[in-house]
């Protein structure tokens, strides 16, 4: 049964920083592209960030976060990361991990960013 679990959210004031984890289990991660999405309420999900599958899988990220968030996995821990700097009031949201490929989700971890 695959299973992703968030971690790392929290409250942080602006400009300041926070990783996000995401372990995974049940699946074959290492061939597998995987995803960040956010969402605030009454809104929809936004794919903030991709990274494809294997050791050298290539990042993209949305122009909202670009420059300032980063996507890694660590294959060997079945763990994918977004280290998120200059934060922004505007980043508040429920962030989530997903597997494009398979349809699965984690629950999400709360970022709050406020003064």
């Known amino acids: 049964q695959a299973q992703l679990v968030e971690s790392g959210g929290g409250l942080v004031q602006p400009g300041g920083s926070l990783r996000l984890s995401c372990s995974a289990s049940?699946?074959?991660?290492?061939?597998?592209?995987m995803t960040w999405h956010r969402q605030t309420p009454g809104e929809e999900r936004e794919q903030i960030a991709r990274?494809?599958?294997?050791?050298?899988?290539?990042?993209t990220y949305a122009e909202s976060v670009k420059d300032r968030f980063a996507i890694s996995r660590d294959n060997e821990k079945n763990i994918l990361y977004l280290e998120m700097s200059s934060l922004k009031w505007e980043d508040t949201a429920m962030y989530y991990c997903h597997v494009p490929t398979l349809g699965h989700w984690g629950k999400g971890t709360l970022v709050a960013v406020s003064a």
């Open positions: 049940g699946f074959d991660f290492i061939i597998y592209a």
């Open positions: 990274i494809g599958g294997g050791s050298r899988g290539r990042a």
